[in-house]
Nanobody, 115 residues
Framework: QVQLVESGGGLVQPGGSLRLSCAAS????????MGWYRQVPGKQRELVAI???????NYADSVKGRFTISTDNAKNTFFLQMNGLKPEDTAVYYC?????????WGQGTQVTVSS
Protein backbone atom coordinates (compact mmCIF):
# COMPACT_ATOMS: atom_id res chain seq x y z
CA GLN A 1 0.00 0.00 0.00
CA VAL A 2 1.07 3.53 -0.77
CA GLN A 3 -0.47 6.69 0.66
CA LEU A 4 -0.11 9.95 -1.23
CA VAL A 5 -0.72 13.31 0.43
CA GLU A 6 -0.99 16.42 -1.70
CA SER A 7 -0.43 20.03 -0.78
CA GLY A 8 0.07 23.39 -2.43
CA GLY A 9 -3.22 24.19 -4.12
CA GLY A 10 -5.02 27.48 -3.76
CA LEU A 11 -6.21 30.64 -5.45
CA VAL A 12 -3.86 32.47 -7.79
CA GLN A 13 -4.22 35.27 -10.31
CA PRO A 14 -3.73 34.64 -14.03
CA GLY A 15 -0.04 34.59 -14.86
CA GLY A 16 0.87 33.46 -11.37
CA SER A 17 2.61 30.34 -10.13
CA LEU A 18 1.92 27.48 -7.75
CA ARG A 19 3.86 24.39 -6.76
CA LEU A 20 1.98 21.24 -5.90
CA SER A 21 3.63 18.59 -3.75
CA CYS A 22 2.78 14.91 -3.36
CA ALA A 23 4.37 13.16 -0.39
CA ALA A 24 4.50 9.38 -0.53
CA SER A 25 4.41 7.05 2.46
CA UNK A 26 7.40 5.09 1.19
CA UNK A 27 10.42 5.52 -1.04
CA UNK A 28 9.55 6.70 -4.53
CA UNK A 29 12.80 5.35 -5.95
CA UNK A 30 11.15 2.13 -7.16
CA UNK A 31 7.91 3.64 -8.40
CA UNK A 32 7.14 2.76 -12.02
CA UNK A 33 5.83 6.26 -12.72
CA MET A 34 4.47 9.35 -11.02
CA GLY A 35 2.06 11.84 -12.46
CA TRP A 36 -0.41 14.65 -12.05
CA TYR A 37 -3.96 14.66 -13.35
CA ARG A 38 -6.72 17.21 -13.16
CA GLN A 39 -10.48 17.17 -13.31
CA VAL A 40 -13.22 19.75 -13.67
CA PRO A 41 -16.89 19.04 -12.93
CA GLY A 42 -18.59 17.18 -15.75
CA LYS A 43 -15.38 16.20 -17.48
CA GLN A 44 -13.08 13.22 -17.38
CA ARG A 45 -9.88 13.30 -15.40
CA GLU A 46 -7.01 14.22 -17.72
CA LEU A 47 -3.29 13.67 -17.61
CA VAL A 48 -1.25 16.81 -16.98
CA ALA A 49 2.28 15.48 -16.56
CA ILE A 50 4.04 12.21 -15.96
CA UNK A 51 7.56 11.10 -15.10
CA UNK A 52 8.80 7.53 -15.37
CA UNK A 53 11.32 5.70 -13.20
CA UNK A 54 13.85 6.33 -15.94
CA UNK A 55 13.31 10.07 -15.74
CA UNK A 56 11.36 10.49 -18.98
CA UNK A 57 8.65 13.12 -18.85
CA ASN A 58 5.54 13.82 -20.85
CA TYR A 59 3.12 16.73 -20.68
CA ALA A 60 -0.31 17.59 -21.96
CA ASP A 61 -0.04 19.96 -24.91
CA SER A 62 -1.99 22.58 -22.98
CA VAL A 63 0.70 22.86 -20.27
CA LYS A 64 3.93 22.32 -22.20
CA GLY A 65 6.43 25.06 -21.49
CA ARG A 66 4.52 26.18 -18.40
CA PHE A 67 4.43 23.18 -16.05
CA THR A 68 7.32 21.04 -14.83
CA ILE A 69 7.18 17.72 -13.00
CA SER A 70 10.08 16.77 -10.75
CA THR A 71 11.00 14.44 -7.92
CA ASP A 72 12.96 14.52 -4.67
CA ASN A 73 13.87 10.95 -3.80
CA ALA A 74 15.36 11.95 -0.44
CA LYS A 75 12.00 13.40 0.63
CA ASN A 76 9.82 10.74 -1.05
CA THR A 77 8.03 13.60 -2.75
CA PHE A 78 7.25 14.69 -6.28
CA PHE A 79 6.15 18.08 -7.49
CA LEU A 80 4.31 19.98 -10.16
CA GLN A 81 5.62 23.49 -10.72
CA MET A 82 2.98 25.52 -12.50
CA ASN A 83 3.93 28.85 -14.06
CA GLY A 84 1.96 31.18 -16.29
CA LEU A 85 -1.32 29.90 -14.90
CA LYS A 86 -4.48 30.50 -16.90
CA PRO A 87 -8.14 30.43 -15.86
CA GLU A 88 -8.55 27.22 -17.86
CA ASP A 89 -6.05 25.53 -15.53
CA THR A 90 -8.67 25.73 -12.77
CA ALA A 91 -9.40 22.18 -11.60
CA VAL A 92 -8.90 19.66 -8.83
CA TYR A 93 -5.41 18.26 -9.24
CA TYR A 94 -4.63 14.67 -8.25
CA CYS A 95 -1.25 13.06 -7.88
CA UNK A 96 -0.82 9.49 -9.03
CA UNK A 97 1.80 6.82 -8.51
CA UNK A 98 2.16 3.53 -10.31
CA UNK A 99 3.78 1.05 -7.95
CA UNK A 100 4.27 -2.55 -8.99
CA UNK A 101 1.89 -1.62 -11.82
CA UNK A 102 -0.93 -0.67 -9.43
CA UNK A 103 -2.38 2.82 -9.36
CA UNK A 104 -2.50 4.96 -6.23
CA TRP A 105 -4.11 8.40 -5.94
CA GLY A 106 -3.86 11.42 -3.72
CA GLN A 107 -6.95 13.05 -2.26
CA GLY A 108 -6.93 15.98 -4.68
CA THR A 109 -6.20 19.67 -4.22
CA GLN A 110 -8.14 22.57 -5.69
CA VAL A 111 -6.34 25.03 -7.95
CA THR A 112 -8.31 28.14 -8.88
CA VAL A 113 -6.94 30.71 -11.32
CA SER A 114 -8.98 33.89 -11.19
CA SER A 115 -8.58 37.62 -10.90
Amino acid sequence: QVQLVESGGGLVQPGGSLRLSCAASRSIFSFNAMGWYRQVPGKQRELVAIITSGGSTNYADSVKGRFTISTDNAKNTFFLQMNGLKPEDTAVYYCNAVVNWRNYWGQGTQVTVSS
